[in-house]
């Protein structure tokens, strides 16, 4: 008969330990995860422990909680981790469940996103032909450069995201795949066109709306999603969209594509040297304008007309959050005119008082330039990419610095910091044939395999590995 020593257990349901006494050691039996049952002066363990042991006799509930106690005190005295390490414990693993966003199992190696990356905002305002024999007119992109616009965007790898979206770290786009928010200013009224028939309103095929639509019909992994920065109808600006008793209508078809309105204040007035009471009047008039018109819009972002801002920036927060004949606005994010691409929303570059957008022309800084340079990596600035998770927000290592991991994580997400070089499903090694070893013959230094990431042992140097030559 074996001679107890000691016996543990949580009374509210889960953990037993047994420990028993042979010869002078103390050994642990047995640890139950499960359900188990105390009947009067027996216990029964389950899952099944081996035969032998499965019934125990044992004393008085008082008496095993005094075992209890007396053991938990040994246990963290003499080392109970040792004590569960030896051979005749049979401890049933509980699987971990991880908490919280893991990293996507995919190939960092080979697919590098970069979720610190900078995100091209297109800033669009006519688009259209100029009359035969006239001069392309400023603020206007040409209905053959738009639609060429978006095939270079779409084979350059880029999907279109909302701004809202965009500036409020929900960038849902595939894997590998970068994102591009087109934005259009001033409800002009070729960005939306209506025919009208007997029965129905038709988009134009030449409207923004209509091109976009026909693109995404052509491309049905490019989403129709856009941001109008509306002027709402009043005293001195017309319908948005120019066709009179139509503007609630082409707002409403807008919300109902997935695309977005933002604010571009009442009457497009320069900001500069607006007081508070202006700017309020401004932005919260507006606000409530277009909510009177189409009350299911969600507006959360603002445009400074022609991309001014208030001189006295203690006056910025107001292109935020301010209030106007009792309505209140709150935006996350407030754009100027030019010329560089957005921050991530993730990096500490991200300022959402101030965040700028590319012009839709051509030549420097136009948005073919930017979209060369972000694919060539001349840009000066890494280019978004995504990991396609967008609860994980993954960069390699070296961008680490730019990441605001305190806001990541107050949104409930992962910042994962990879090795470029490999990692999770990472880039395997270049082999010879085989046979023969490549080596380095350098005397002092071994041939390393360059390993990294969450499921790798860092900088492992394995005597068989063959070099790797994934280059930067
Ligand atoms: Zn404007």
């Known amino acids: 008969m074996r001679n107890f020593v000691g016996l543990m257990t949580n009374f509210r349901g889960k953990i037993v330990l047994l420990l028993y006494n042979k010869g002078n050691q103390e050994l642990p039996l047995y640890i139950a995860f499960h359900n188990y049952s105390i009947d009067s002066h027996r216990i029964g363990l389950s899952p099944r422990p081996p035969r032998n042991e499965r019934i125990f006799t044992v004393f008085s509930p008082v008496i095993v909680r005094r075992f209890a106690i007396s053991l938990a005190c040994s246990l963290s005295l003499s080392g109970g981790c040792s004590l569960l390490s030896r051979r005749q414990v049979v401890v049933p693993t509980p699987i971990p469940t991880p908490a919280g966003p893991q990293p996507p199992k995919i190939d960092f190696a080979r697919i590098r996103p970069n979720e610190l990356g900078v995100i091209p905002v297109i800033m669009y305002h006519d688009i259209k032909d100029p009359k035969p024999g006239n001069k392309p007119r400023p603020l206007t992109r040409s209905i053959a450069s738009f639609k060429q616009d978006l095939e270079v965007l779409y084979k350059a790898g880029y999907r279109p995201v909302n701004l809202s979206d965009a500036v409020n770290d929900r960038i849902d786009v595939p894997t590998g795949l970068s994102p591009v928010v087109l ?21 134009e095929s030449n409207c923004a709306v ?33 066709q009179l008793g139509q503007g609630g209508q082409k707002i409403d078809y807008i919300l109902q594509q997935g695309m977005e309105i933002g604010n571009h204040t009442v009457l497009h007035k ?60 709150e935006y996350s994010a407030a754009f100027t005119a030019a010329w560089r691409p957005m921050p991530s929303p993730s990096s500490l570059k991200f300022n959402p008082a101030r965040l700028e957008r590319i012009d839709s022309v051509d030549g420097l800084n136009g948005i073919r330039d930017w979209i060369k340079k972000l694919s060539d990596g001349t840009a000066g600035m890494p280019r978004y990419i995504s990991d396609g998770d967008p609860q994980v927000i993954s960069y390699p290592k070296g961008d680490a610095p730019l990441a605001n991991v305190g806001k990541i994580k107050a949104e409930g997400k992962l910042a994962y910091a990879y090795e470029p ?52």
């Open 183 to 203: 934005t259009f200013d001033d409800a002009r009224a070729s960005q939306f066109q209506l025919k009208e028939s007997a029965d129905s309103l038709q988009v």
């Open 210 to 242: 209509g091109i976009m639509d026909a693109f995404h019909k052509a491309h049905p992994d490019w989403p129709m999603r856009a941001t109008f920065f509306i002027l709402p109808k009043s005293k001195t600006t017309m319908e948005p969209f120019g």
């Open 270 to 329: 320069s900001l500069r040297r607006m007081t508070s009471a202006e700017i309020q009047q401004e932005i919260g008039g507006a606000h409530k304008s277009i909510l009177e018109a189409a009350p299911n819009a969600k507006i959360s972002v603002f445009a400074a007309p022609m991309g001014e801002y208030p001189r006295d920036k203690k006056l910025w927060p107001l292109l935020l959050k301010g209030e106007y004949g009792g309505t209140p606005y």
């Open 421 to 472: 070089f490999g990692g999770t499903g990472g880039s395997k090694p270049i082999v010879s044939d085989g046979s023969t070893p490549a080596t380095m013959t350098k005397p002092g230094i071994g041939p390393k395999r360059i390993v990294g990431g969450a499921s790798a042992t860092p900088g492992a140097i394995t005597e068989t590995a063959k070099p790797v030559t994934r280059g930067r």
